[in-house]
């Protein structure tokens, strides 16, 4: 069976290795001419995890990244709203882990390579376009300079390009990203570890402005300071191209921050100190209907693309990979496997790109900013909820994302 991934990110490279271990071949195109750490934080929730322990990275990856001990929630004006354990420490076999996103690639890229063999990891290749008949799939490439490379035939594609996705664009040309009113930037500081250094921290909602903070590497400079990746996200009318390496300005989005400075974090020194911004559109897309088109169907961002908030996006990649590595695995008819793949990912992805548009975790803030008035709230949080509704919000979107307690055990 000759397979084909087209794009070597995060999905295409786990589907790559989840292949190579039931010992099925595969090659992989990737349209960048070389491979950089892009990006900057992601979060590893424990679904993610689970798939990655199972590509055997595992120990890689709690090398380059900070294990979560909690997830904690703040109002705006730096008053706790919500905390939970998380990760190992909430009984999870496997650790949550905050990293850079570019690390991770490399992690697997570099694994990639070394069990498929380079030969087998095609960079600079740009996918433009595929045909089909009963038999076999035929894809067009580009190099970056837009030479085309020769076509290439296979039984099977798999498209994991990603948000923008080329062969996507094929299937449904019309389509657009939706943008939510909200743009969002991106940065990594240098700084004191925050909250004891394993924490992650969401800090007021979408109406009142927001901040996304978690540490990705320890003691960065030998000083005992580490990585902070923080995301801000603000409500705009303006909407980004949705490129991951966008540049960021500070002047765009640090005036919402200017009086946000808690006894226990100085939020506009953190975002005005660091050492890179990026700039990035809330931006998902509808569900489709259809993934599977005979031999050819999408995974990852090129399938369900979805707002990165709920630290999803990796993570369902990944656990599309690992089921259509097992169904290709089974070695029956690969067109049947992709259409069991679709059956049982779409829908349970359409639920997650919908939760993280209406009920995404930081619904907890909102719901105590709703009770508080949007003021800041007088003696206890409990006076005004209790811990246990709030935490019935946040295992809500667990179940939806397939990451509660009982379904990763
Ligand atoms: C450069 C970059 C930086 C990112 N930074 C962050 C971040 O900081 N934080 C975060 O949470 N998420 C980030 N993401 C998104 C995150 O990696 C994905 O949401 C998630 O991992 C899903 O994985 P994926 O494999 O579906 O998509 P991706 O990881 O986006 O991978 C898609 C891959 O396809 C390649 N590609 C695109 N078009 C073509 C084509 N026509 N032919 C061949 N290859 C193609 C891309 O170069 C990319 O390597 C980033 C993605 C990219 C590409």
Known sequence: MRIAVVGGGIGGLALALGLQQRGIACEVFEAAPQVKELGVGITLLPHAMRELAALGVQPELEA????????VFFNRWGQYIYREPRGRHAGYGVPELGMHRGKLHGVLYRAAVERLGAAHVHLDHRCTGLQQ????????????????????????????????????????????????????????????????GKTYLRIGSID???????????????????????????????RGRNDWNKPGSLQDFLP???????????????ISTASEVLEYPMVDK???????????????DAAHPMYPRGS???????????????????????????????????????????????????????????????????????????QEELRRISDDYKKVAGFSLEATK
């Open 208 to 238: 009142t402005g927001k901040m996304v903070i978690y540490p990705i590497v320890d003691d960065v400079d030998g000083k005992g300071n580490q990585l902070i990746n923080w995301v801000a996200e603000i409500r705009s009318a303006d």
């Open 64 to 71: 380059l990244g900070i294990e979560n001990l909690e997830s």
């Open 133 to 196: 008949d009963d038999r076999e799939v035929t894809l067009s490439f580009e190099d970056a300079t837009g030479r085309p490379h020769p076509c290439v035939t296979a039984d099977v594609v798999i498209a994991c390009d990603g948000v923008n996705s080329a062969v996507r664009r094929q299937f449904y040309p019309q389509e657009q990203v939706a943008f939510a009113g909200i743009n969002t930037w991106r940065g990594v500081t240098v700084h004191p570890p925050i909250l004891g």
């Open 256 to 270: 919402v921050y200017a009086d946000w400075r808690f006894d226990w974090l100085d939020v506009p020194r953190l």
């Open 312 to 386: 999803n996006g990796s993570a369902q990649a990944l656990i599309d990979a690992a089921m259509l590595a097992s169904l290709l695995g089974e070695r029956g008819d690969p067109v049947a496997a992709l259409r069991q793949y679709e059956a049982v990912r779409l829908p349970a992805t359409a639920r997650v790109v919908e939760t993280n548009r209406t009920v995404p975790p930081d619904f907890i803030i909102m719901k105590a900013d709703e009770l508080s008035g949007g003021r800041p709230y007088e003696g206890s949080i409990d006076d005004l909820v209790s």
């Open 286 to 300: 509808d569900p489709v209907p259809r993934w599977t088109f005979g031999r050819v169907t999408l995974l990852g």
